[in-house]
């Protein structure tokens, strides 16, 4: 029993540490967002939401935001798409050299975002390509694009193939099955991929930064302004990035917990 009640302490321990490691830094960032002063940094000196004020009231900052938002959404929403596609081939149909495929497509999951971010800022200059908010769309969608795949592609069991025999076999096309019947049933699935897609888009720095000039990305603005140094206003926007993914994943959480089987 004395045993049993060590391990219990320890692991609680344990685990309050961890999440204090985790979330600590996370705290302070939004408890300072709210300080009544120009600098974040202790004392804390009162409440205030000025410095959310500000954060809405500065164009750049509101224009960076929407920028973020539509690169996520789009991006994402391309990924998931061409994912599905990819992975319902892959499942379904009898392709030379199906592993090796499979391979291509995830191994960009492996590589630094910086070096894809390098060869695709070459390309886009070979090809005469303006940097742009496309060209950041499209860096995102090469590394969500892996993400996608995987998860949809391990959804695809053998138990959907008869349902989709079936729909078959009543007088469905192909295009038809994969709209109506396969697409359904990993419902699920695809909406994991694509608000984790949106997630990853929302707060990348660095293919957004290297492939875009003039219209850029909260991140890249963010950035900018730590140049001249922090303030609680750096803090809004931080906390303001951390709620949208925070809320994402509650979204996700709860379409999953929607769309799973009750026992």
């Given at each position: 029993m004395m045993r049993l009640r060590l391990s219990t302490l320890l692991s609680g321990a344990y685990l309050i540490?961890?999440?204090g490691f985790i979330f600590l830094p996370v705290a302070v960032l939004v408890l300072f967002s709210f300080q009544?002063?120009?600098?974040?940094?202790?004392?804390?000196?009162g409440f205030s939401l000025q410095w959310y004020e500000a954060v809405f009231a500065d164009r750049k900052l509101t224009t960076a935001l929407l920028n973020s938002l539509v690169v996520a959404l789009l991006s994402s929403a391309v990924s998931c798409l061409l994912g599905f596609f990819a992975a319902y081939a892959l499942a379904r149909v009898k392709l030379p050299a199906t592993?090796?495929?499979r391979g291509l497509l995830i191994a960009p999951m492996t590589v630094s975002y910086l070096i894809i971010a390098l060869g695709l800022l070459a390309l886009v200059n070979t090809l005469g390509i303006g940097l742009s908010l496309w060209t950041v769309g499209i860096g995102h969608v090469v590394i969500n694009l892996p993400l996608c795949f995987s998860i949809i592609y391990a959804s695809m069991g053998d138990h959907h193939i008869n349902i989709e025999r079936a729909a078959r076999d009543l007088g469905a096309s192909d295009l038809k099955v994969m709209a109506l019947v396969t697409a359904p049933m990993l419902l699920p699935s695809i909406a994991a991929a694509f608000f984790l897609s949106v997630t990853f888009s929302?707060?990348?720095f660095i293919i957004a930064f290297l492939l875009s000039r003039f219209d850029?990305?909260?991140?890249?603005?963010?950035?900018?302004?730590?140049?001249?140094?922090?303030?609680?206003k750096?803090?809004?926007?931080?906390?303001?990035v951390f709620l949208v993914s925070v809320a994402v994943l509650v979204v996700l959480e709860l379409t999953l917990l929607?769309?799973?089987p009750r026992p």
């Amino acid at each position: 029993m004395m045993r049993l009640r060590l391990s219990t302490l320890l692991s609680g321990a344990y685990l309050i540490l961890a999440y204090g490691f985790i979330f600590l830094p996370v705290a302070v960032l939004v408890l300072f967002s709210f300080q009544d002063g120009r600098l974040p940094v202790p004392p804390f000196n009162g409440f205030s939401l000025q410095w959310y004020e500000a954060v809405f009231a500065d164009r750049k900052l509101t224009t960076a935001l929407l920028n973020s938002l539509v690169v996520a959404l789009l991006s994402s929403a391309v990924s998931c798409l061409l994912g599905f596609f990819a992975a319902y081939a892959l499942a379904r149909v009898k392709l030379p050299a199906t592993a090796l495929q499979r391979g291509l497509l995830i191994a960009p999951m492996t590589v630094s975002y910086l070096i894809i971010a390098l060869g695709l800022l070459a390309l886009v200059n070979t090809l005469g390509i303006g940097l742009s908010l496309w060209t950041v769309g499209i860096g995102h969608v090469v590394i969500n694009l892996p993400l996608c795949f995987s998860i949809i592609y391990a959804s695809m069991g053998d138990h959907h193939i008869n349902i989709e025999r079936a729909a078959r076999d009543l007088g469905a096309s192909d295009l038809k099955v994969m709209a109506l019947v396969t697409a359904p049933m990993l419902l699920p699935s695809i909406a994991a991929a694509f608000f984790l897609s949106v997630t990853f888009s929302w707060d990348e720095f660095i293919i957004a930064f290297l492939l875009s000039r003039f219209d850029v990305t909260l991140p890249v603005e963010i950035w900018s302004m730590l140049r001249s140094g922090l303030n609680p206003k750096t803090n809004a926007v931080g906390s303001l990035v951390f709620l949208v993914s925070v809320a994402v994943l509650v979204v996700l959480e709860l379409t999953l917990l929607r769309k799973s089987p009750r026992p």
